[in-house]
T-cell receptor, first 110, second 110 residues
Framework: QKEVEQNSGPLSVPEGAIASLNCTYSDRVSQSFFWYRQYSGKSPELIMSIYSNGDKEDGRFTAQLNKASQYVSLLIRDSQPSDSATYLC??????????FGKGTRLHILP | NAGVTQTPKFQVLKTGQSMTLQCAQDMNHNSMYWYRQDPGMGLRLIYYSASEGTTDKGEVPNGYNVSRLNKREFSLRLESAAPSQTSVYFC?????????FGQGTRLTVV
């Protein structure tokens, strides 16, 4: 069974600080990696996607991928109260199957 | 531009009743997915369809059936609902990259 692991949290970060979210995956041949944000009672929405080793930056968000270590991370700079949500890591394999982790609850402290 | 549309948004069933959750996407995506979300469990894949005419089991397929009616529509059927199937169900679609989600169906089985 392919697995995606995340620390469930909650992760508490002061406003303005950097939030660091981590994810590991078991399927070595996974192709695509995603971070979704989900507010309570809402659908998941895409924050970042990454497909190759290294860093990818988009505004305050940076995704990092290390395929050798089977590790994906998301950094949120200058954290805002509106960033408080559950962050879901997702991995897509060659058969188009997308598996999610259980999510990390992030709480930004004003 | 509707994206992914799920019906119904809310449903209460009695144990043993059957029902079908409907999902349609207007983005011409090949892949479609059904997930369930329970508290603290993230999104768990029930079934997915990588293309019209194909369906595959996900992580938690027991008690469910699916039909990929055409490229736009992917339905999820509960033949004999059980209280353990009380959950929020999300449909999603994807084409090469990330998945886009519907607004979810909150199902309660009493």
């Amino acid at each position: 069974q392919k697995e995606v692991e995340q620390n469930s949290g909650p992760l508490s970060v002061p406003e303005g600080a950097i939030a660091s979210l981590n994810c590991t995956y078991s399927d070595r041949v996974s192709q695509s990696f995603f971070w979704y944000r989900q507010y309570s009672g809402k659908s998941p929405e895409l924050i970042m996607s990454i497909y190759s080793n290294g860093d990818k930056e988009d505004g305050r968000f940076t995704a990092q991928l290390n395929k050798a270590s089977q590790y994906v991370s998301l950094l949120i700079r200058d954290s805002q109260p509106s960033d408080s949500a559950t962050y879901l890591c997702a991995v897509k394999d060659r058969d188009d199957k997308i598996i999610f982790g259980k999510g990390t609850r992030l709480h930004i402290l004003p | 531009n509707a994206g992914v549309t799920q019906t119904p948004k809310f449903q209460v069933l009695k144990t043993g009743q059957s029902m079908t959750l409907q999902c349609a996407q207007d983005m011409n995506h090949n892949s479609m997915y059904w997930y369930r979300q329970d508290p603290g469990m993230g999104l768990r894949l029930i079934y997915y369809s990588a293309s019209e005419g194909t369906t595959d089991k996900g992580e938690v397929p027991n008690g469910y059936n699916v039909s990929r009616l055409n490229k736009r529509e992917f339905s999820l059927r509960l033949e004999s609902a059980a209280p353990s199937q009380t959950s929020v169900y999300f449909c999603a679609s994807s084409e090469i990259t990330e998945a886009f989600f519907g607004q979810g169906t909150r199902l309660t089985v009493v």
